[in-house]
């Protein structure tokens, strides 16, 4: 017997009607790629998000078409996200760090008919335009002022403009909530990027789950800077998390810098920000420079890469700030488990609970996970086994795009992440390698990010990798690979003795190499495919 409840569908557009009815006066607020701070109200966003629309239809985009975005968080790339999506066509956030030829690819492969580009990018996109011939239109996101006097792009034009001939007189059109909305790529560390289309559906669910207190927590009382980019699996869903709840949204630009951020965390009264660890060691040290203080800003998700614990414990004692350490991928929209306590931690000093928090965390509600062996196995979640971490839950990709080939699904209907964990019996979640990265040590696994999170406590240490070499005794063994903090010096054997008696003995590396900088991925990662070949053939000591 089904229910005889109403069968409304899930659509992005809903969540944009509901914050336009019910917040309307709430702000959006953002640092354009053009210089200014830009101020308007989630109402307005509604309206010019309905005007987006009405000229996507003009331009002939329908049901089902991609339309790219090669952009920064402001308030155009918020009204695409909802404007694109709304028609039923599909937002294809780019992420422009890439290199240029990962760009073509994945415009090409997207087939997307429309380019809306920040007026960072020009001399980027017109690079690019020449080898992606499918793309019809190219328009700038700014006013036609910043439009440049000669340009190879076909069917350029300013997005203010496109705006401007549009009445905001328009219904979103219904459809199935299965209908896809929006498709982010892999940043292809391993192999040609992959794309992943989400559908309305998984889009509002994963917004509504990482609203929950114990997802990343939003409400209306919060002011949310999502500092994590747009192009980047959907800024974590932070873009429609802020409107479902009300809440305030400040976004950055290109402005990521720490004494940008700053500015606008403090003149715009942000409470909760969102970002991968990068941002926020650049951050803590500009505050330790300046004796800065934070005077509204409460807690902040770091994500993408593990947090370092010094981090967490500093941005705590030293600035007041709770950080939440978090856990997902693109493949995942991106949040999979966070790091809150539970009710049986609640008498636990910050220092007692932090190794508690420096694991990835528990499961939201939707996503499931386990940890298998090399037979496929189940392993016990006792904090200690580690084997490869499944996920599986309504906004967890089932295929990539337009790829011909089946995901990373087990038989009976797991997404592979990739990613090697632990899980204790709490359900917290420890990832302690990518399946690639694990150096396996005379059978026994070691933790490259275990090692590289004490290396990064040195004081000496600004950056740290840990790679498996071979050893014809143990098959692999640890080498340490080193970025000295400029100024400081400090040998070898002094890294290698700070090992002692904080991890197993068999963990600690066998060598230590200095290094002036590391290879990093588009989207900041520790690019170790390329450290392996740099130390291809390395012979230990
Ligand atoms: P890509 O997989 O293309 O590098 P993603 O942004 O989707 O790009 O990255 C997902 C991966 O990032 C995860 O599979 C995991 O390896 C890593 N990751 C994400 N969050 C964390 C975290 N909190 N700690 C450790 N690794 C993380």
Not at 90 to 106: A, S
Not at 179 to 187: E, G, K, N, P
Not at 509 to 537: I, M, S, Y
């Amino acid at each position: 017997m089904l229910g005889l409840m109403m069968a409304d569908q899930l659509r992005v557009a809903s969540v944009l009607e509901h914050v336009a009815k019910w917040h309307g006066d709430t702000e959006i607020v953002s640092r354009l790629p053009e210089g200014s701070i830009h101020r308007y109200t989630y109402a307005a966003a509604r309206q010019r998000s309905k005007q987006l629309a009405q000229a996507l239809l003009k331009a002939g985009i329908q049901n089902g078409d991609r339309v790219g975005t090669l952009a920064w968080n402001t308030h155009r790339h918020f009204e695409l996200y909802f404007g694109v999506a709304g028609i039923g066509a599909v937002c294809h956030t780019i992420n422009p760090r890439l290199f240029p030829e990962q760009l073509v690819y994945i415009i090409n492969h997207a087939q997307d008919r429309l380019l809306f580009f920040d007026l960072t990018f020009l001399p980027l996109v017109e690079k690019l335009a020449p080898l992606c011939p499918k793309v019809e239109k190219w328009v700038l996101m700014a006013g036609s002022q910043h439009l440049p006097a000669t340009s190879g792009l076909p069917g350029l034009c300013s997005y203010e403009d496109l705006l401007a001939a549009e009445s905001a007189d328009y219904e979103w059109p219904m459809f199935d909530e299965n209908t896809a909305c929006s498709l982010c790529y892999t940043s292809g560390t391993t192999d040609q990027p992959k794309g992943v289309l989400y559908s309305h559906r998984s889009t509002v669910l994963h917004a509504l789950s990482i609203s929950l207190p114990d997802g990343l927590g939003c409400s209306a009382r919060d002011v949310v800077m999502p500092v994590v980019p747009m192009f980047h699996v959907n800024a974590w869903g932070l873009p429609y998390a802020a409107p479902l709840n009300g809440a305030k949204l400040v976004l950055p630009g290109a402005g990521m810098d720490a004494a940008s951020l700053y500015e606008l965390f403090e003149t715009e009264g942000v409470t909760f920000s969102a970002g991968v660890p990068t941002i926020w060691l650049g951050l803590l040290q500009f505050m330790r420079e300046g004796q800065r203080r934070f005077t509204t800003l409460q807690r902040t998700i770091v994500g993408g890469s593990s947090c370092p614990p010094a981090l967490m414990a500093a941005f705590e004692n030293e600035l007041g700030v709770t950080i939440t350490h978090a856990w997902g991928m693109t493949e995942t929209s991106p949040l999979g488990t966070s790091g809150h306590l539970k009710a049986k931690h609640r008498n636990l000093t910050p220092a007692e609970s932090l190794p508690i928090r420096v694991k990835q965390g528990r499961a939201i509600f939707g996503v499931d996970m386990k940890i298998v062996g090399d037979d496929g196995r189940e392993l016990s979640q006792d904090g200690v086994a580690f084997g490869d971490l499944l996920v599986r839950g309504p906004w967890v990709v089932r295929d990539y795009f337009g790829s011909g080939t089946p995901g990373e699904l087990t038989a009976d209907g797991w997404f592979r992440t990739g990613d090697v964990a632990t899980i204790d019996p709490d359900g917290y979640m420890q990832i302690t390698d990518r399946s690639k990265d694990v150096i396996k040590s005379g059978g026994e696994w070691i933790s490259s990010i275990d090692l590289e999170n004490l290396a990064v406590a040195h004081p000496a240490v600004a950056e740290a990798a840990v790679i498996g070499v071979p050893s014809a005794k143990w098959a692999e063994r640890p080498l340490l690979v080193v970025v000295r903090r400029p100024g400081m010096d400090v040998a070898a054997q002094e890294l290698l003795d700070f090992f002692r008696g904080k991890v197993a003995k068999f963990w600690e590396p066998d060598a230590v190499e200095f290094v002036e900088q590391l290879p990093h991925t588009a989207t900041g990662k520790l690019l170790k495919t390329q450290l392996r070949k740099d130390f291809a053939g390395y012979e230990l000591p």
